[in-house]
């Protein structure tokens, strides 16, 4: 039908808004489209194309924020703030020119931004030089993979969906393999795919990001990494680095290794990308309701942090990281193995990204099979080294939505685990009469002879407000006990965790004295106090400015709580709580 006036001014009003942003004019005019049909999600077309589109289609509902566009957002306005992966099978033609995405993935790898039409003439100069592999990658991505192919198919295209599928079906080597020779076999001949497994982790891996590979002790003592990189020994236990050499094996193979992908080169893609660059400022520009969490930019330990260190919130481009780990048998039960990654988290982005698979950041993963216990902190070594030059002097880095250059920085804000590794990054054993990392020597606890278990019932009714009818109350609690008169534990801030607290036990670092156990505990352990190593987060200049360090999953806590419930109530033998030694408990208590 007719189009009214009004319409079309305001489609007028926001072509200019849109071609007038940064982000827009970075990516030569180009831009996602608010229509109906593309609802921001297919990839970047002309202006021309997305003011036709707009015309014919009409705008797509609630975008009222024009925040891919480059307009702010508000948290009051209930728009959705998701965003959708560059591969799908529909490629935009844009005249006779098709926008393919895995153009734009290399263009976002490498930080140029080169065009869909094989004419390096516009290449724009890159903020740092990068070698030949970037025109190897659009090379393969430009060419097709065999005369007379659909456009967008090329070899880069085949090799990255191979990969994926790889990963996402846990494809053997040699079944890659398999599926490149069919490849070659059933293409027309001449065609460009790659011919084996090698050749495609090949091309593909111009494309990854950077990673070191360490070698461990094999009991998890100590890394062979910087003035330890060329001994053959562990310096604590003495085990061998090196499996024997036979007559298959010629290099020299290491008994235990970890993994270290570096979080630096990572947090600066997020600003290469067209995709993330610019709502990775959202955390420092949304505004949320006055008494209303609904992200963690909105917590009070985050407002604290910033309080105490206002030129790192200058920059609303730095990073606030979280750590989180636990550890699982990748072999099920049919033999022992653990493995333990730490896992990264971006807390810059908004609530439909924040939590998403891509942005959990895997930075940290030893080979097992053994459990690191105590010695988690020999393998967060290069991560803390990492974190401190982050902090202190940064990187550079180019934010692609605004074309400018800065100095990237970031700051670990806390971990969350479950209750065991919460010991393993704390330093703090959580078994115990001791266990509360927070009361600590203060915690409450009582042992049941029968069960010859600790128990911490009735040790919380000095946190109720005084006055509170449960205070007094003598009967479903312990026997005859009052608490009228019992006060909760002073809340201590880091500082006082680590001068009153740490510091007058003393305990040792494990990368100093070796993991696995060597350390020695302190005298009083698990009388006076708990403490088992100084955890390495420590090292961390900010650490000690922190009040919330660590934070308890919630997931495993409900689940435990929920298991004990069921199991009780459904009489499951060998896991119900109602027991004969809980009865003569109940009897004495």
Same mark, same amino acid.
């Given at each position: 039908?007719?189009?009214?006036?009004?319409?079309?001014?305001?489609?007028?009003?926001?072509?200019?808004?849109?071609?007038?942003?940064?982000?827009?004019?970075?990516?030569?005019?180009?831009?996602?489209?608010?229509?109906?049909?593309?609802?921001?999600?297919?990839?970047?077309?002309?202006?021309?194309?997305?003011?036709?589109?707009?015309?014919?289609?009409?705008?797509?509902?609630?975008?009222?924020?024009?925040?891919?566009?480059?307009?702010?957002?508000?948290?009051?306005?209930?728009?959705?703030?998701?965003?959708?992966?560059?591969?799908?099978?529909?490629?935009?033609?844009?005249?006779?020119?098709?926008?393919?995405?895995?153009?734009?993935?290399?263009?976002?790898?490498?930080?140029?931004?080169?065009?869909?039409?094989?004419?390096?003439?516009?290449?724009?100069?890159?903020?740092?030089?990068?070698?030949?592999?970037?025109?190897?990658?659009?090379?393969?991505?430009?060419?097709?993979?065999?005369?007379?192919?659909?456009?967008?198919?090329?070899?880069?295209?085949?090799?990255?969906?191979?990969?994926?599928?790889?990963?996402?079906?846990?494809?053997?080597?040699?079944?890659?393999?398999?599926?490149?020779?069919?490849?070659?076999?059933?293409?027309?001949?001449?065609?460009?795919?790659?011919?084996?497994?090698?050749?495609?982790?090949?091309?593909?891996?111009?494309?990854?990001?950077?990673?070191?590979?360490?070698?461990?002790?094999?009991?998890?003592?100590?890394?062979?990494?910087?003035?330890?990189?060329?001994?053959?020994?562990?310096?604590?236990?003495?085990?061998?680095?090196?499996?024997?050499?036979?007559?298959?094996?010629?290099?020299?193979?290491?008994?235990?290794?970890?993994?270290?992908?570096?979080?630096?080169?990572?947090?600066?893609?997020?600003?290469?990308?067209?995709?993330?660059?610019?709502?990775?400022?959202?955390?420092?520009?949304?505004?949320?309701?006055?008494?209303?969490?609904?992200?963690?930019?909105?917590?009070?330990?985050?407002?604290?942090?910033?309080?105490?260190?206002?030129?790192?919130?200058?920059?609303?481009?730095?990073?606030? @990281?979280?750590?989180?780990?636990? !550890?699982? +048998?990748?072999?099920?039960? *049919?033999?022992?193995?653990? /493995?333990? %990654?730490? $896992?990264?988290?971006?807390?810059?982005?908004?609530?439909?990204?924040?939590?998403?698979?891509?942005?959990?950041? @895997?930075?940290?993963?030893?080979? !097992?099979? +053994?459990?690191?216990?105590? *010695?988690?902190?020999?393998? /967060?070594? %290069?991560? $803390?080294?990492?974190?401190?030059?982050?902090?202190?002097?940064?990187?550079?880095?180019?934010?692609?939505?605004?074309?400018?250059?800065?100095?990237?920085?970031?700051?670990?804000?806390?971990?969350?685990?479950?209750?065991?590794?919460?010991?393993?990054?704390?330093?703090?054993?959580?078994?115990?009469?001791?266990?509360?990392?927070?009361?600590?020597?203060?915690?409450?606890?009582?042992?049941?002879?029968?069960?010859?278990?600790?128990?911490?019932?009735?040790?919380?009714?000095?946190?109720?407000?005084?006055?509170?009818?449960?205070?007094?109350?003598?009967?479903?609690?312990?026997?005859?006990?009052?608490?009228?008169?019992?006060?909760?534990?002073?809340?201590?801030?880091?500082?006082?965790?680590?001068?009153?607290?740490?510091?007058?036990?003393?305990?040792?670092?494990?990368?100093?004295?070796?993991?696995?156990?060597?350390?020695?505990?302190?005298?009083?352990?698990?009388?006076?106090?708990?403490?088992?190593?100084?955890?390495?987060?420590?090292?961390?200049?900010?650490?000690?400015?922190?009040?919330?360090?660590?934070?308890?999953?919630?997931?495993?806590?409900?689940?435990?709580?929920?298991?004990?419930?069921?199991?009780?109530?459904?009489?499951?033998?060998?896991?119900?709580?109602?027991?004969?030694?809980?009865?003569?408990?109940?009897?004495?208590?």
């Amino acid at each position: 039908g007719n189009l009214s006036a009004e319409y079309v001014a305001e489609v007028e009003q926001f072509m200019t808004f849109a071609n007038s942003q940064p982000i827009v004019q970075s990516s030569r005019g180009k831009f996602h489209c608010p229509c109906s049909v593309c609802k921001n999600e297919k990839h970047i077309i002309s202006g021309r194309r997305v003011s036709s589109h707009l015309f014919s289609q009409g705008f797509m509902p609630d975008y009222y924020v024009w925040y891919k566009h480059g307009e702010e957002m508000n948290m009051d306005i209930g728009t959705s703030y998701t965003d959708r992966t560059y591969f799908s099978e529909n490629h935009e033609e844009v005249g006779n020119v098709v926008e393919d995405p895995y153009v734009d993935m290399v263009n976002d790898a490498f930080n140029f931004n080169v065009g869909y039409d094989d004419n390096y003439q516009n290449l724009e100069e890159p903020v740092r030089n990068h070698s030949n592999k970037f025109y190897d990658l659009l090379e393969g991505a430009n060419n097709p993979l065999y005369d007379g192919c659909r456009e967008g198919q090329s070899q880069l295209s085949l090799a990255s969906r191979l990969m994926h599928n790889k990963a996402e079906y846990n494809m053997s080597e040699k079944l890659v393999d398999s599926v490149c020779e069919m490849f070659t076999d059933f293409l027309p001949e001449g065609n460009q795919a790659t011919t084996s497994h090698y050749q495609t982790e090949k091309l593909m891996r111009n494309l990854g990001l950077p990673y070191h590979t360490i070698d461990v002790c094999q009991n998890n003592c100590m890394l062979f990494w910087k003035e330890d990189e060329k001994e053959d020994q562990c310096r604590f236990c003495g085990a061998k680095r090196w499996k024997p050499k036979d007559d298959r094996r010629r290099t020299k193979v290491p008994y235990s290794r970890m993994w270290y992908l570096p979080i630096g080169d990572r947090l600066k893609r997020m600003y290469q990308s067209h995709k993330t660059a610019a709502t990775m400022r959202w955390h420092a520009e949304h505004q949320s309701k006055e008494g209303e969490m609904n992200h963690p930019s909105n917590a009070a330990e985050w407002r604290y942090f910033q309080e105490l260190h206002p030129q790192f919130v200058e920059e609303p481009r730095n990073v606030y @990281l979280g750590l989180c780990t636990d !550890g699982f +048998n990748p072999f099920g039960m *049919s033999r022992n193995h653990s /493995l333990w %990654p730490v $896992i990264l988290t971006p807390y810059n982005l908004p609530l439909g990204m924040c939590m998403n698979t891509e942005y959990l950041f @895997l930075t940290i993963l030893n080979s !097992g099979p +053994n459990h690191p216990r105590a *010695s988690l902190d020999v393998f /967060l070594q %290069p991560l $803390i080294e990492e974190l401190k030059e982050l902090w202190s002097t940064g990187v550079d880095a180019y934010d692609v939505s605004l074309s400018q250059n800065f100095n990237l920085k970031a700051v670990l804000l806390w971990t969350i685990s479950d209750f065991p590794a919460y010991s393993m990054l704390s330093g703090w054993t959580t078994h115990g009469k001791l266990s509360c990392p927070i009361c600590m020597e203060s915690t409450k606890s009582l042992y049941l002879p029968n069960g010859r278990k600790t128990c911490w019932f009735d040790c919380h009714r000095r946190f109720l407000p005084h006055g509170h009818p449960s205070r007094r109350n003598r009967k479903d609690f312990l026997k005859g006990r009052d608490a009228s008169s019992e006060y909760p534990p002073e809340s201590l801030t880091g500082e006082q965790v680590y001068y009153e607290r740490l510091a007058s036990v003393n305990p040792p670092k494990t990368k100093d004295v070796g993991g696995n156990g060597h350390e020695k505990k302190m005298r009083g352990y698990g009388k006076e106090h708990n403490w088992h190593k100084e955890s390495i987060l420590w090292e961390l200049s900010y650490w000690k400015d922190l009040n919330l360090r660590h934070n308890i999953d919630v997931m495993h806590t409900e689940k435990n709580f929920l298991d004990n419930i069921m199991n009780t109530l459904l009489r499951v033998k060998g896991k119900s709580k109602d027991n004969i030694m809980s009865r003569l408990a109940i009897e004495k208590f």
